[in-house]
């Protein structure tokens, strides 16, 4: 009984701590807000809104998905924000490139604003030669 007692009381600790961290973005974050990412052919475009409260809804071709984020407070020496996003909820459609993505996915990028924050590089590593983009701000920062 107390083991069972002991696990309960790590997962509302757990749950309980992730949703504090989700809503520790700060007020005037540049991630806040609405993007659009159009792929090189013009073919298709992803729009991600992305919320204070640490959460974002994207839509890529005919996927919707919804997941909960992390990102670092200010950018690193080398410039950049650190990304962390897992898929809370997804459609199971094909995205822009044909893909689906499984719910529980994790994804690690960093993003590069520009000076204004209008626009950002999405990249693979703390390096502009792993990005893709830009991804252009279409809306204000209330997502």
Known sequence: ????????????????????????LRADHPFIGTWRLTMPDNSCFEIYRIRADGTSLVTSGDEVGESEFEISDQPSAKGFYKWVDTVVKDNGKKDCAGETTQVGHVATNYLRFNPSANMFLMCQEEDINTCIGPLVRVKGREA
């Open 1 to 24: 009984m107390r083991k069972a007692f002991v696990v309960i009381a790590a997962a509302i600790v757990t749950v309980l701590g992730t949703a504090a961290d989700a809503g520790s």
